[in-house]
């Protein structure tokens, strides 16, 4: 059984920093599309970004330019760099694997970490 662990979120001012980790146990990590999901209050989740195995990447409009997806498959870890942080960032962030041509999560969702910046 799949188990996903992030960690790294917190409390942030606007234009700040925040690198989020998230562990991988039970799958063949390396093998699979990783991506970094998240749910603001009132809000659908949505993908954030994307990592193949191969190490090709996807943003999410929103986010290009700021956040950098990256993975450590000896770690089976995927970690997400967010820099500039704004206000509406603000939302509990997951990881899962994805689809390499949907990017939709395919695993049941794991523990998220929250993420707040204030203005």
């Known amino acids: 059984q799949v188990q996903l662990v992030a960690s790294g979120g917190g409390l942030v001012q606007a234009g700040g920093s925040l690198r989020l980790s998230c562990v991988a146990s039970g799958s063949i990590f390396s093998m699979n599309s990783m991506g970094w999901y998240r749910q603001a209050p009132g809000k659908q989740r949505e993908l954030v970004a994307g990592?193949?195995?191969?190490?090709?990447?996807n943003y999410a409009d929103s986010v290009k330019g700021r956040f950098t997806i990256s993975r450590d498959n000896a770690r089976n870890t995927v970690y997400l760099q967010m820099n500039s942080l704004k206000p509406e960032d603000t939302a509990v962030y997951y990881c899962?694997?994805?689809?390499?041509?949907?990017?939709?999560?395919?695993?049941?969702w794991g523990q998220g970490t929250q993420v707040t910046v204030s203005s």
């Open positions: 990592i193949t195995s191969g190490g090709s990447t």
């Open positions: 899962n694997r994805a689809s390499r041509t949907t990017w939709s999560a395919l695993w049941s």
